[in-house]
């Protein structure tokens, strides 16, 4: 679904070859300035890609912005939700629809609201968001359930590849669990998921398999569920230290 071959950019990232299959769960952890955090601004277009090769569905793949990158169907969940994730003073429905909004359009150019309301209604539903009404300002919500919107948000694209930053990150334990049941969810239903995260037993959790990324470059790959994966040997990798077989 998704390859990366010899991408690089300076001060970011070397050589990194990758790929993440339809229906899997790629986790990447490494320290902070790793490059796994510049990986995922880069594919979504919020920072310069590199050089190098980007294959989305056997196609090369660019995007210069955000909208380029959801145009061809790869979504981004935001470590910080409040800074681009979410919109907090407008309604929930306003959120999850926002990167869809031509698409709901009528013959006329005018937004079919039934058609809206309908959709936001059967995402709240399938996610689990617990709100009020769609009309409810999303900073209202809990921690859990403002990032179930930022979710059904990602979802209304129908998004072939999701980046998501922390996904956990500033919900309590319950919403965890339940945001890593989506994950997976959205996984089964067909999104080639990329999860970046320092917590290697929620990523253990979630992903099948995990890359390890130190100073910019791929150095070690653990795939779940074989006996040599543990949350010793990834710590060891993500410091730095070579792992033996």
């Known amino acids: ?22 229906g899997e769960i790629v986790g990447i952890t490494g320290l902070e300035g790793s490059g796994k955090d510049a990986l995922a601004r880069g594919l979504f277009g919020l920072e310069p890609m590199g050089e190098g090769e980007v294959l989305l569905e056997d ?9 380029q990158a959801l145009d061809q169907g790869v979504a981004y969940l935001p470590r910080d939700r409040h800074g681009y ?12 629809t926002l990167p869809i909004l031509r698409k709901l359009l009528g013959a006329a150019g005018l937004l079919s609201g039934p058609k809206e309301r ?3 209604q059967q995402l709240i539903d399938k996610l689990n968001v617990k709100t009020p009404s769609q009309e409810q300002p ?23 590849v999701l980046l998501l930053d922390e996904p956990t990150q500033g919900v309590d334990v319950q919403a965890k669990v339940e945001i890593l049941k989506i994950v997976d969810q959205l996984a089964r239903e067909g999104s080639a998921i990329m999860v970046i995260a320092e917590d290697i037993r929620e ?12 100073q910019g470059r791929i150095v070690q790959e653990f795939v779940v569920g074989e006996p040599g994966t543990s949350v ?14």
Do not use: C
């Open 59 to 67: 196609k090369p793949y660019r995007a210069a912005d955000p909208r």
């Open 138 to 160: 999303v900073e209202f919500l809990s921690g859990g359930n403002q990032q179930k919107v930022v979710f059904a948000k990602l979802s209304s694209t129908r998004p072939k």
């Open 203 to 214: 990523l253990l959790d979630v992903s099948d398999r995990i890359l390890v990324m130190f």
């Open 232 to 245: 010793e040997r990834i710590l060891s990798a993500v410091e730095g230290a070579p792992v033996t077989a």
């Open 85 to 96: 994730g979410i919109v907090g003073l407008r309604p929930v429905r306003e959120n999850v």
């Open 118 to 120: 309908s959709l936001v």
């Open 1 to 22: 679904m998704l390859e990366l071959h010899g991408l690089q950019r300076s001060g970011a990232y070397t050589a990194l070859d990758l790929t993440v299959h339809r």
